[in-house]
T-cell receptor, first 115, second 115 residues
């Protein structure tokens, strides 16, 4: 399978714990995006990387959230001191530039439940 | 700011009948428009996109969409619905003139195709 992969697919944690999610983009895709999707809503943008540089962050990305893409390949999204409001599906997408009309291809998501 | 509206939470259609899922958008410049489909517990699958050119765009699985600039709409259509088309459909927009890469999604429309 050469699509975007995410790990884990499901995560249950207790409030106050830290969690980390991983995303592996499609090979040779140099842009990587994180979105959050809550029940009954469309995905909301969190942040994106071009290679290893984090170029844009949404105001949704509070200081408890941090994302990295250290070698320009896979990315991690960490949530510290989780809150119940963090319960959502976290989606990763990747795309290939230099075409301006890039298409973002999404992974299966990581569903987080904070108890 | 860019935004997308999907005015119908759910669309019901009988198998074999044509289907339309509505989307309207708001951007300051010329939009890039996308349709994605989401099956239960899965990520988003890309269906089609409009960047420029012909207003009728053809995509995967027999879907097509018509861009209408005067009505700021990008409705998704299929001539003959299948039960397997039942899923959650998301319209998304990006305004390339802003330089931002993030997609803005609508809240989704659930398509139910009855046998």
């Amino acid at each position: 399978d050469t699509g975007v992969s995410q790990d884990p697919r499901h995560k249950i944690t207790k409030r106050g714990q830290n969690v980390t999610f991983r995303c592996d983009p499609i090979s040779e895709h140099n842009r990587l995006y994180w979105y959050r999707q809550t029940l009954g809503q469309g995905p909301e943008f969190l942040t994106y990387f071009q290679n290893e540089a984090q170029l844009e962050k949404s105001r949704l990305l509070s200081d408890r959230f941090s994302a990295e893409r250290p070698k320009g390949s896979f990315s991690t999204l960490e949530i510290q001191r989780t809150e119940q409001g963090d319960s959502a599906m976290y989606l990763c997408a990747s795309s290939f530039i230099p075409t301006a009309e890039e298409t973002q291809y999404f992974g299966p998501g990581t569903r987080l439940l904070v108890l | 700011a860019q935004s997308v509206a999907q005015p119908e939470d759910q669309v019901n259609v009988a198998e074999g009948n044509p289907l339309t899922v509505k989307c309207t958008y708001s951007v300051s410049g010329n939009p890039y428009l996308f349709w994605y489909v989401q099956y239960p517990n899965r990520g988003l699958q890309f269906l089609l996109k409009y960047i420029t050119g012909d207003n009728l765009v053809k995509g995967s699985y027999g879907f097509e969409a018509e861009f209408n600039k005067s009505q700021t709409s990008f409705h998704l259509k299929k001539p003959s619905a299948l039960v397997s088309d039942s899923a959650l459909y998301f319209c998304a927009v990006r305004d390339p003139d802003t330089g931002r890469r993030a997609l803005t999604f609508g809240s989704g429309t659930r398509l139910q195709v009855q046998p």
